[in-house]
């Protein structure tokens, strides 16, 4: 069974639970996801491949 699992979408869900959860979050989650995408596409990290 091969499950893969992009980073993009499961980091934005993460941070979309958390701004609901604490509001005040708002700022870093962007910055966190931001810096992350930006890395992910720095050096080609598509997705995480889990068999």
Request: net charge positive; hydrophobic share 60%; glycine share 14%.
């Amino acid at each position: 069974m091969n499950i893969t699992v992009n980073a993009g979408p499961l980091i934005s869900l993460i941070a979309g639970i958390l701004i609901l959860i604490i509001p005040r979050l708002l700022n870093y989650i962007v910055a966190i996801y931001l810096i992350l995408i930006g890395l992910i596409g720095l050096f080609g990290v598509g997705g995480l491949h889990t068999t």
